[in-house]
T-cell receptor
């Protein structure tokens, strides 16, 4: 069963505008973590932001923020003031459980973001 | 720079061959993970090692094996290669704590001819 769903194969945004990338997840665990990664065309995977299931506040990292709605099982990434360098593939990922020795990530299919000048 | 080093960056070989991909984790990280990224399967978890011991296995084929050495570097061995094994193989490492992100290397792009 697919546990991470990213319903937007591609998104377009104008430079300097904000954009929201959607992510919904499915888990029966009470404790889990949600991550967003960026993959530019060069191929590397860059960690952006983390949200824990017990965190009461939405995570923020610079221009990135995570709109975490636990009851709806969604963890949308918001990028403010988009820049041309934000054009990339974005992946939402989940890690279930609290045991640090069992920490595999399950990834969504990704969303390609294109920023127009 | 994530601090995770993968070699080689590119690998071109033929069907039936065997290759070894190498990964050096970030300093201090005990956990190493291997992932495969392909167009049809997306990003798939293969295997995890923690301080030299195998801890979790994902969709890893029997033709594939891995190990983590005492110095914590890891190797992924792929044998009897098939055309479908062509993919980008990532190594990632993480520190202690459930909130610690996995930091990825730049990947090894494997092409089977």
């Amino acid at each position: 069963a697919q546990k991470i769903t990213q319903t937007q194969p591609g998104m377009f945004v104008q430079e300097k505008e904000a954009v929201t990338l959607d992510c919904t997840y499915d888990t029966s665990d009470q404790s889990y973590g949600l991550f967003w990664y960026k993959q530019p065309s060069s191929g590397e995977m860059i960690f952006l932001i983390y949200q824990g299931s017990y965190d009461e506040q939405n995570a923020t990292e610079g221009r990135y923020s995570l709109n975490f709605q636990k009851a709806r099982k969604s963890a949308n990434l918001v990028i403010s003031a988009s820049q041309l360098g934000d054009s990339a593939m974005y992946f939402c990922a989940m890690r279930e459980g609290v045991r640090t020795s069992y920490g595999k990530l399950t990834f969504g299919q990704g969303t390609i973001l294109t920023v127009h000048p | 720079d994530s601090g995770v080093t993968q070699t080689p960056k590119h690998l071109i070989t033929a069907t039936g061959q065997r290759v070894t991909l190498r990964c050096s984790p970030r300093s201090g990280d005990l956990s190493v993970y291997w992932y495969q990224q392909s167009l049809d399967q997306g990003l798939q978890f293969l295997i995890q090692y923690y301080n030299g011991e195998e801890r979790a296995k994902g969709n890893i084929l029997e033709r594939f094996s891995a190990q983590q050495f005492p110095d914590l570097h890891s190797e992924l061995n792929l044998s009897s290669l098939e055309l479908g094994d062509s993919a980008l193989y990532f190594c990632a490492s993480s520190g202690q704590g459930a909130d610690q992100p996995q930091h990825f290397g730049d990947g090894t792009r494997l092409s089977i001819l």
